[in-house]
């Protein structure tokens, strides 16, 4: 009966904490959505209303840098019972396949190099400018970062879909829904731990409630 008790204490304690913290990142998620949208009507204002939104980039455009994972076996039956985690994955923006850090294509820029070069005088071969367009590009090469060949031709910053130099406002805002998915992602999981909590606690009663009955009975038979 001792241990039963403790255990009751325990878990309560627990679940008051719990439960306390979860009100907590109900109330920072609340302020990272209102701050969010605050922060991106202000870059609408100072960039346009048409400048920012969905007609920006194509609907097939995916550059999702936060990424939730759902860890746990669920089945059909005991769906309701089952107890599973959420994780968040961090993609750090990387430059997309075929472009430079900049974000321009490499041949339109092999392109510009030669259009920015002058004529070649009379007296000049072609064996010699073809030499010389060979090495602009290999030096041109040889100070790009070498890419993994895995990564999708979208991996960029999805703030640069909107321009190079985007308001501070935009970056703020970015960093707001961000924060806002990994509350989420915290609330989701200490939801699940209230419950199980209770469910812990509601098993304690239970039995404790079993062995007062047992103790009733023998006393009314000592009696």
Not at 61 to 82: P, Q, R, T
Not at 132 to 150: A, C
Request: with cysteine.
């Amino acid at each position: 009966m001792e241990d039963i008790c403790e255990e009751l204490d325990r878990f309560t304690f627990e679940f008051f904490d719990t439960l306390e913290c979860l009100q907590e990142k109900r109330e920072y998620l609340n302020a990272s959505i209102r701050d969010g949208y605050l922060n991106l009507s202000k870059a609408r204002y100072s960039m346009g209303n048409k400048s920012v939104g969905a007609l920006q980039y194509s609907h097939k455009m995916d550059c999702a840098l936060y990424h939730v994972s759902l860890f746990g076996d669920i089945s059909k039956e005991e769906s309701e019972n089952a107890v599973v985690t959420f994780e968040m994955e961090k993609a750090l923006p990387r430059r997309a396949k075929g472009t430079s850090k900049t974000g321009y294509n490499e041949k339109e820029e092999e392109e510009n190099v030669v259009r920015r070069r002058k004529p070649q005088r009379s007296g000049a071969s072609s064996d010699e400018a073809t030499s010389r367009i060979q090495e602009l590009y290999i030096s041109k090469e040889e100070n790009l970062p070498v890419e993994d060949e895995n990564v999708d031709g979208c991996v960029q910053d999805p703030l640069k879909w909107f321009g190079i130099l985007v308001p501070g406002c935009l970056k703020t805002g970015q960093k707001n829904f961000q924060s806002a998915i990994e509350l989420s992602c915290d609330i989701v999981n200490l939801e699940m731990k209230v419950k199980e909590i209770i469910e812990k606690l509601n098993v304690l009663k239970i039995r404790k409630k079993e062995l007062l009955e047992e103790r009733n009975k023998l006393q009314e038979i000592e009696d």
